[in-house]
T-cell receptor, first 115, second 115 residues
Framework: GAVVSQHPSWVICKSGTSVKIECRSL??????MFWYRQFPKQSLMLMAT?????????EQGVEKDKFLINHASLTLSTLTVTSAHPEDSSFYIC???????????FGNGTRLTVT | AQTVTQSQPEMSVQEAETVTLSCTYD???????LFWYKQPPSRQMILVIRQEAYKQQNATENRFSVNFQKAAKSFSLKISDSQLGDTAMYFCAFMILPGDDKIIFGKGTRLHILP
């Protein structure tokens, strides 16, 4: 069964509102979680690395004030898209592992549509 | 439920050799996409190749090709003339389209290209 749960699987919101996406590791503690964004027919772009108990590490070009990441516990990381705009519409995927040497498990993704 | 299985956790081949990574999946759906992603140490997920299930012709991208066997639900990746830069983690993934927007990953195969 799934070891990483991502919620919601899809969400539609109005421009200017904020949306929160959750990523949970179900049967292991994940000190590190990763957030990706998929563009149509393209690779998954790593947005940020979420570290439990500390600030997330954002990749170059990713606005940290727009994509707020909170890794408050060893089993939960959240990505909040603030003041969403239509160009933020995308497919967001999280992944998690127990430690850097352990297998990486992926969530099923969240389809965000901003109208 | 859909599943993706990569039966080879780790593989090693000599540079310039050809290597095949296996992937099988399980679904009752008829329309879907299959992907192979390459993950270097940077943790980015680089799309290597994509196959639409309705296409009988196997997808190819330069040195990368797939053997897509729909009836057998098999989607193996062949890397020809392997290069040192091909060393990475490779993930097979499956997505039902349209509408489901859920992506399912295999556990990955760590590929080492030896000089």
């Amino acid at each position: 069964g799934a070891v990483v749960s991502q919620h919601p699987s899809w969400v539609i919101c109005k421009s200017g509102t904020s949306v929160k996406i959750e990523c949970r590791s179900l049967d292991f503690q994940a000190t590190t979680m990763f957030w990706y964004r998929q563009f149509p027919k393209q690779s998954l772009m790593l947005m940020a690395t979420s570290n439990e108990g500390s600030k997330a590490t954002y990749e170059q070009g990713v606005e940290k004030d727009k994509f707020l990441i909170n890794h408050a516990s060893l089993t939960l990381s959240t990505l909040t898209v603030t003041s969403a705009h239509p160009e933020d519409s995308s497919f967001y995927i999280c992944s998690a592992s127990r430690d850097p040497n352990s297998p990486l498990h992926f969530g099923n993704g969240t389809r965000l549509t901003v109208t | 439920a859909q599943t993706v299985t990569q039966s080879q956790p780790e593989m090693s081949v000599q540079e310039a050799e050809t290597v095949t990574l296996s992937c099988t999946y399980d679904t009752s759906e008829n329309n879907y996409y299959l992907f192979w992603y390459k993950q270097p140490p940077s943790r980015q997920m680089i799309l290597v190749i994509r196959q639409e299930a309705y296409k009988q012709q196997n997808a190819t991208e330069n040195r990368f090709s797939v053997n897509f066997q729909k009836a057998a639900k098999s989607f193996s990746l062949k890397i020809s003339d392997s290069q040192l830069g091909d060393t990475a983690m490779y993930f097979c993934a499956f997505m039902i389209l349209p509408g489901d927007d859920k992506i399912i990953f295999g556990k990955g195969t760590r590929l080492h290209i030896l000089p």
